[in-house]
T-cell receptor, first 115, second 115 residues
């Protein structure tokens, strides 16, 4: 595997379900990000981890719970979601957080539908 | 105020012709980086090109070039010899040293290449 992978690619869940999104990067990067992309809206940064430490929580509701056990893996735990949470969830990584030259590498995303 | 502005929600271009996608940015930092990403319908964001604020020459990567006009705070993406596979959403983004390097994305421009 190379680059950034995300599983599952598609997820349909009810509002009472609990599920987790997984992201894995094989690039040796130290910073990882979760983004939400809804139709007709700009890309929304949700969480940022730098060397496994959360450095940014962009006022995300508590029904989204991130976990970063190591620099290569990032999870997004979901529970009691709302239909408006339906979106494409993108994971990204970069060599480091600091530094204006660090481009991000994105995974293919998880298309989430909340019924 | 928006830090990244992409004024063209949609653009059309004939195959083999060149197209320019606009991006203006707002920052008071002296040190920042500008990025362009491509997002095909599959969802994955693909890094295309980077321009640093101190770079004196416009960045180029194959058919992609960046028309960087620092005084006007614009960083337009030029795609030469458009191909059908260039049809996608294109996002401009910025990292600022003063913004803790958290990337900021524009709303994107949808490009459709006609045969």
């Amino acid at each position: 595997e190379t680059g950034v992978t995300q599983t599952p690619r598609h997820l349909v869940m009810g509002m009472t379900n609990k599920k987790s999104l997984k992201c894995e990067q094989h690039l040796g990067h130290n910073a990882m990000y979760w983004y939400k992309q809804s139709a007709k809206k700009p890309l929304e940064l949700m969480f940022v981890y730098n060397f496994k430490e959360q450095t940014e929580n962009n006022s995300v509701p508590s029904r989204f719970s991130p976990e970063c056990p190591n620099s290569s893996h990032l999870f997004l735990h979901l529970h009691t979601l709302q239909p408006e949470d339906s979106a494409l969830y993108l994971c990204a990584s970069s060599q480091a957080l600091a530094g204006e030259t660090n481009e991000q590498f994105f995974g293919p995303g998880t298309r989430l539908t909340v019924l | 105020a928006q830090k990244i502005t992409q004024t063209q929600p949609g653009m059309f271009v004939q195959e083999k012709e060149a197209v320019t996608l606009d991006c203006t940015y707002d920052t008071s930092d002296q040190s920042y980086g500008l990025f362009w990403y491509k997002q095909p319908s599959s969802g994955e964001m693909i890094f295309l090109i980077y321009q640093g604020s101190y770079d004196e020459q416009n960045a180029t990567e194959g058919r992609y070039s960046l028309n960087f006009q620092k005084a006007r705070k614009s960083a337009n993406l030029v795609i030469s010899a458009s191909q059908l596979g260039d049809s996608a959403m294109y996002f401009c983004a910025m990292r600022e040293a003063g913004g803790s390097y958290i990337p900021t994305f524009g709303r994107g421009t949808s490009l459709i290449v006609h045969p």
